[in-house]
């Protein structure tokens, strides 16, 4: 007799593919700026890997000769082997923690010589980690807490934002950048509300567009309970002049009480930090259960983060080159294909553009013709994004040329 639970779930994976929205793990390999995938060799513009740092042979090799004069004993090792709190904290991933922060201070020197303005870093090791553990971890200590939440924020956040869920802590999303109505929400909340956290991504990943940290930060000086959750992931690397994301380029980054970066998409490394106060810091490192109870890791990878990060502020180049190129398939590309109104901004918003088809089978379809003509483009589908917003996620990268982005630019 057949397991009764697996009829069920092969008849709910059966609804998926008739419905467009099943998924499978592609079996691809990696070529430099191109992927082999189903026999072609497609050009990628599906990944994160925004100044093409993953594909640079030649920086690898860099970083892999940097090691070759190191005795064996003292290369970084391959393991952690257990949480940061037992043996997994060692001189790589404090070493990083410490050059964050001069990283965070030289961007807010930029712009402001005479700030004091200081943050602590906290490694951990990912976005996803971050964004279950952050809220849980801040709403554990016994004060009545509002977490306001832009409609869009990443689904990671929407978990943390579940877990953080108790008697002494509510939320309620925004709509996505309106914030009118999140004035109003705040104006409405309960007087025994002691802490209220308004939580956004910089640049979305989905639609492409950015928040207004101005506003927000302006927002914030209204009450003196409110805090600033950032998620910069796909502002890191691309924008501000010490690579600093969209804080650095709005001069917010000291406004902000928790910004959140990754180093698994324009660092093309892996893992992520918290940039927060130091108090915040060590109550994380008690309370966060994503930093506790997981092994740390591999100080090889913080090793290459490093060395990434001491050449992040002098990437400039790679990054006015990508803006230039995100914006020219940006504005080729016709106005109904934007996700709403509030991704229509002049200017330049970030490499990710989002080319709206509507239906499932229609962003499948378009997925298929661009793989056909050499391009690995995948579908974004419910309930990665809202019903009826399928899209192709089109994602520049400084590895690309401007003849790759007009033969694109045809064949949308």
């Keep these: 007799m057949a397991n009764p639970i697996a009829v069920r779930l092969q008849e709910s994976l059966s609804q998926l593919k008739n419905d467009q929205q099943y998924r499978h793990l592609p079996d691809i390999?990696?070529?430099?700026?191109?992927?082999?995938?189903?026999?072609?060799?497609?050009?990628?513009?599906?990944?994160?890997?925004?100044?093409?740092?993953?594909?640079?042979?030649?920086?690898?090799?860099?970083?892999?000769?940097?090691?070759?004069?190191?005795?064996?004993?003292?290369?970084?090792?391959?393991?952690?082997?257990?949480?940061?709190?037992?043996?997994?904290?060692?001189?790589?991933?404090?070493?990083?923690?410490?050059?964050?922060?001069?990283?965070?201070?030289?961007?807010?020197?930029?712009?402001?010589?005479?700030?004091?303005?200081?943050?602590?870093?906290?490694?951990?090791?990912?976005?996803?980690?971050?964004?279950?553990?952050?809220?849980?971890?801040?709403?554990?200590?016994?004060?009545?807490?509002?977490?306001?939440?832009?409609?869009?924020?990443?689904?990671?956040?929407?978990?943390?934002?579940?877990?953080?869920?108790?008697?002494?802590?509510?939320?309620?999303?925004?709509?996505?950048?309106?914030?009118?109505?999140?004035?109003?929400?705040?104006?409405?909340?309960?007087?025994?509300?002691?802490?209220?956290?308004?939580?956004?991504?910089?640049?979305?990943?989905?639609?492409?567009?950015?928040?207004?940290?101005?506003?927000?930060v302006q927002l914030k000086a209204t009450d003196r309970r409110i805090e600033l959750y950032v998620d910069e992931a796909h502002a890191v690397g691309i924008l501000g002049n010490q690579g600093l994301g969209l804080a650095e380029e709005t001069h917010t980054l000291a406004d902000i009480d928790y910004l959140v970066g990754t180093f698994g998409k324009a660092f093309a490394s892996v893992g992520a930090y918290i940039l927060c106060d130091e108090a915040v810091r060590e109550w994380l490192i008690n309370h966060m259960r994503p930093l506790i109870f997981s092994t740390a890791l591999p100080p090889i990878n913080h090793a290459w983060t490093r060395f990434i990060l001491a050449k992040m502020p002098q990437l400039n180049d790679k990054r006015k080159y990508l803006s230039a190129l995100s914006l020219q398939l940006s504005q080729a590309i016709d106005q109904q294909y934007r996700a709403s109104s509030n991704t229509q901004q002049a200017g330049y918003q970030s490499p990710i553009i989002p080319y709206i088809l509507g239906d499932n089978g229609s962003a499948v379809a378009k997925a298929q013709q661009l793989q056909e003509a050499g391009f690995y483009a995948l579908p974004i589908r419910p309930p990665t994004v809202p019903t009826n917003t399928a899209r192709i996620r089109l994602v520049m990268n400084a590895a690309l040329t401007n003849d790759d982005c007009q033969k694109l630019i045809e064949h949308l």
Excluded at 102 to 107: E, R, T
């Design 29 to 216: 390999t990696h070529h430099g700026r191109y992927i082999r995938y189903q026999q072609q060799s497609l050009l990628n513009i599906s990944s994160n890997d925004y100044l093409g740092l993953g594909s640079d042979m030649t920086l690898q090799s860099e970083f892999l000769q940097s090691l070759q004069p190191l005795p064996i004993a003292q290369l970084p090792k391959m393991s952690a082997t257990s949480s940061r709190l037992l043996t997994g904290n060692d001189e790589q991933i404090t070493g990083l923690e410490r050059e964050l922060q001069h990283w965070y201070q030289a961007a807010v020197g930029t712009f402001n010589r005479s700030s004091s303005a200081s943050k602590s870093a906290l490694v951990i090791n990912s976005g996803y980690h971050a964004n279950i553990g952050l809220l849980p971890a801040l709403t554990a200590l016994p004060i009545k807490t509002l977490i306001l939440a832009d409609k869009l924020v990443h689904a990671s956040i929407i978990d943390g934002i579940r877990l953080s869920q108790s008697k002494l802590c509510s939320y309620r999303r925004y709509r996505h950048n309106d914030y009118q109505q999140l004035a109003a929400m705040i104006a409405q909340a309960e007087p025994d509300v002691e802490r209220i956290i308004i939580v956004t991504e910089s640049i979305f990943s989905m639609d492409g567009d950015r928040a207004d940290l101005c506003q927000l």
